[in-house]
């Protein structure tokens, strides 16, 4: 199976007298047909980390342990597997094997076997994962986490030690089933090992949530791409930020190169997958009528140490005296810098919601449901309209509800950091 990149450049390169920052969305779309070619790499790897503590007892236990049975039946036979048990410890009930009939009904008989009980340490549950993968290097390697609980807070260094030694070797999606856990714990782990969170508001709805990241994982048929950028001498990258369809930023995880050049991890890629990227690059300011090459932003893999460049795309920078050119707003700039500050207002809002500022809520909220209104991200309005009676979405005019689900309040936090798409027809 091959899959064909291709990269498309979005921005206004005129930019008046003394401007110095250069802001570019790049959209990279993995498609068939004509375009630059990357080989699948290896053989695809899947593990499941399932939390077992006391809390999961009950319905959670069993949803978690008939969803397991499920996955691993769906698993294609030349995928390799394993199962981490975690609670206060980790145990591996099921070491890494390939997905054989046989190989199936031993690890379903595993699975059965499961009881909970004892506390929430997830660094070692990772861990346990950690060795497992690191024995299919060429491997896709994806994982997914369920826990229901808070993480030990004695477990914060260990964690962070141990999330820095999975960066780069296995993406992982974590799922929190009911209301007991944290979000930004859980997107803390998934921020840096490349994957998702979403919660998982009852025990019944684990198994459709776990079949959703299989089928995603078993799409993927490129691994380990980094989007590398080149910007010229004096030039500084401010930041790198993948805008859709999750926001993630990247500018702490740049790998140098060599000097201005830089590496930031994509993870794996499958066909018919679309993301964008938006850089801010700042330059020295030229003369009216100089033009540079900001910045070059290509994708790379490596297969058996050779790197392959699948794409590439050129940021530009001309200065102007004419307003007419540089007040013009590229849409599609200005439509992700919205989606991130709706982002960053409804985490606000939320924080001002549950220490009892209601006027910083209300305000805070207010400005994210006229942001998605502006936008049109309905599936975050939706999500708002759980927490705020909207008087006005044109005006961002709201009312913080007083009595709101938890799990509402937990799932517009959650997903908050999606995005929506500038439509088609405004793309100019």
Known sequence: MTTQFKAEIFQNQYLPQGTREVHAIMTVTAVGGEGVTATSMGNKMFGIICDISGSMGGNKIHAAKDAMVKIVNLLPEDTSFF??????????????????????????????????????????????????????????????LLTD????????????????????????????????????????ISAKLLGT?????????????????????MSKNVSDVALRLWTPQSAQVLYCKQVSPDLVDLSNRAKVVKTQVYDYPTGAWGKNESRDYHFCIQVQPGNIGDEMLAGRASLIYTTNGVETKVAEARILAIWTDDDAKSTKIDRTVAHYTGQAELAQSIQEGLEARDRGYVEVATAKLGKAVQLAHE???????????????????ATGTVRIKRDVAKEDAMALETRSTKTTRIPKSDNK
């Not at 969170?197 to 994982?217: G, Q, S």
């Open 83 to 144: 199962i981490v048990t975690g609670a206060s410890l980790a145990q591996l009930i099921f070491p890494l094997s390939k997905a054989t009939p046989v190989n199936k009904e031993q690890a379903i008989a595993a699975i059965k076997k499961i009881s909970a009980g004892g506390g929430t340490v997830i660094s070692k549950w990772l861990f346990e994962a950690l060795k497992q993968f690191e024995k299919m290097p060429n491997a896709l390697r994806q994982a997914l």
């Open 197 to 217: 969170t979403d919660i998982i508001p009852n025990a019944a709805m684990i198994e459709a949530d776990f079949r959703a990241i299989l089928e995603k994982a």
């Open 375 to 393: 936008s049109g991200n309905e599936a975050t309005a939706k999500l708002l309209r759980k927490v705020v009676e909207i008087e006005d979405a």
């Open 149 to 188: 609980g808070e993480n030990d807070d004695s477990d914060e260094k260990q964690l962070n030690d141990v999330l820095q030694g999975c960066e780069g070797v296995f993406q992982c999606d974590c799922r929190g089933v009911g209301t007991n856990w944290q979000v930004k714990q859980l997107q803390k």
